[in-house]
């Protein structure tokens, strides 16, 4: 390449729509910056501390890199985007900072086909971010309320322009493999933890004993290994996406496995429970003969392989304790009783993050929190969309429609398992919450796509 010369990418798409409108670029993105700053501010002020002078110090460059990678290597970003997935001690989160940039160049550059987003989808995650602005009528902390509003309008605008970005096996490939990098990564070092100690060990086990990698929670990151277990265990049935060896795609099932287990979350075993038997369930029914017996070999290897570790590093005790009613469920139920009135005695809800405000016990449940939040109109919408999503996941599985190479019966289980999840746990502001459903709709997408164009052959004809 002479000096001076350009990658073809910039001269063919992003040179032009720069040039279109260089200066819509610089507010949009300048705009996104000034309020990142102001959501960190915001948690700041909010955890009564000054971020670290070393954070600050190093903000300024590591923006402008951010801002640099996207708009010279989009599909680069947006890998390294579903990477950082794995880090949310935070919110926002730095995901949240580089998906947002993302985003915002996308719609400066004219990249983003909100269109092909099936338009249920888009309408119900419109009216929920409405029915949370009109909440705010009754927020008492109004500090709270900014920053937890900020974080769903952000996640809602994240899951449309997801499901618009995967349009080819390509970008859905992208997406996968920087999943499985980050859960992979997280599950063996938050495991590790528990058992070796090495720098920043402790950094990476919550309550103790308890596995959560780069998660505040272990109810969290349990469950964020969950989906891309599924995709990797569909794909060692039928390899067409990833590419990886067989082998190591079964060592790295096992070591997402182990995550779950080691995160000793409750909701979290739950969670995979229903949704290995939602995939075994459709395996057996697609591939009677052959599909079978090759799941239950996956599972049974991978089983004995995971009794072996629980056993040798002597984890059977905190195993059976953690299996068993304990003693803060009560005040869990309590706080989601509590919730249900709040949400009856205020039909419009009591505003964003506002339970958090008014109970000392966190609501537990998606559902519990959005009825106190936005009243009943809000949890039927967030019913509405979750039934809705199960529809387009169970209409891609009857049609044999993938999502450009991730498995239609994968994504189907995913979503079962995070539906019964968020009753026991607040999923409402989870990204894998998000990218499981902007994954489902991209596929729903594709088979529009995919009747639209048999209808016009066949008018051709």
Known sequence: MSVGAQPAAWNGRIRPALERSPVRVALVVGGWLALLLIAAALGAVLDHSA????????????????????????????????LLLAVVLVEPAPSDALFGLVIVVAI????????????????????????????????????????????????????????????????????????LAAAVFSAVAAS????????????????????????????????????????????LLSPRLLRLRR?????SFIALVLGI????????????????????TLVVLRRPDRGAMSLVLVIAVSGLAIAGAVLGTGSLGFLEERAKLQSYDTSRFA??????????????????????????????????????????????????????????????VLRGTDTFGISAAALMAAWCGLVANSFFVDTLHWRHLWLVAALIWAGAARARADQSASASLRSLR
């Open 51 to 82: 971020p670290p002078a070393a954070a600050v110090v190093a903000g300024g460059p590591l923006l402008v890199l951010a801002v640099a990678l996207v708009v010279l290597r989009y599909d680069l970003a947006v890998a390294a985007g579903v």
């Open 247 to 251: 082998s190591l795609m079964l060592a």
């Open 261 to 280: 287990v080691f995160s000793y979350s409750r909701a979290a075993w739950l969670d995979f429970a229903i949704a290995l038997i939602v995939l075994v």
């Open 335 to 396: 706080a989601q009783s509590y919730g249900v009135t709040v949400g009856l005695d205020h039909p419009l809800g009591i505003g964003p993050g506002q339970f958090d405000v008014v109970s000392r016990v966190s609501s537990h449940s998606l559902y519990v929190r959005t009825l106190s939040e936005q009243g009943a109109l809000g949890l039927a919408t967030i019913i509405a969309l979750i039934v809705a999503t199960m529809a387009f996941a169970a209409l891609n």
């Open 108 to 179: 400066a550059t004219g990249r983003v086909h909100a269109r092909r987003v099936p338009r249920t989808a888009v309408g119900l995650v419109a009216l929920f971010i409405v029915l949370n602005l009109l909440s705010g009528m009754d927020v008492i902390n109004w500090s709270t309320a900014a920053r937890f509003l900020f974080i769903t309008i952000y996640l809602g605008v994240l899951s449309i322009w997801l499901a618009a970005y995967v349009d080819s096996p390509a970008r859905s490939r992208r997406v996968v493999r920087a999943y």
């Open 192 to 235: 590790a933890a528990l058992f070796i100690h090495f720098p920043g060990s402790s950094a990476l086990i919550g309550d103790g004993q308890r596995a959560k990698g780069l998660f505040k929670d272990p109810n969290v990151f349990g469950p964020f290994l969950v989906p891309i277990t599924l995709i990797l265990l569909e794909e």
